[in-house]
């Protein structure tokens, strides 16, 4: 598998929280830890943005896609607006999660808390060629459900 070398920054005396981490030898994606001073209550439907405490400089081709943890979204309901969220190959601030909690009851998000994981991956950039017609495929426009109805026919 490929690997590449990221540049990091702890941005807080934060020695006690672990740098971002793959948790199995499959995983994707790294874990994320809150860098709270003190804890965060989502209340039901509430938003709040939930610092990491690190900042990286990735490589040029490079992105980070940061999504929710399924297992707290499972389990409390917390997941991330704007998901995925991307970090450019030219940010250098602080990575922050803007977490929602879609659950019926309150969460307390306290520090060093797996919160979000961050998926690397490389980009490529578009070049437009503006053209007056695209060329013919199977699909053509079908969109937002077209296929249902060919499903429940099979």
Known sequence: MEEVQIQIRRLRQSED???PAYMTAGSAGMDLTADLEKELVLTP????L???????????GFEAQIRPRSGLALKAGVTLLNTPGTIDSDYRGEIQLLAINLGQEPVVIHRGERVAQMVVQ?????RWQEVDELPPSKRQDGGFGHTDDKVRKS
């Open 122 to 126: 490389r980009v490529c950039k578009a």
């Open 17 to 19: 929280l672990p740098l």
């Open 45 to 48: 439907l509430g938003r709040g």
């Open 50 to 60: 939930i610092p990491t405490g690190i900042a990286v400089a990735l490589p040029p």
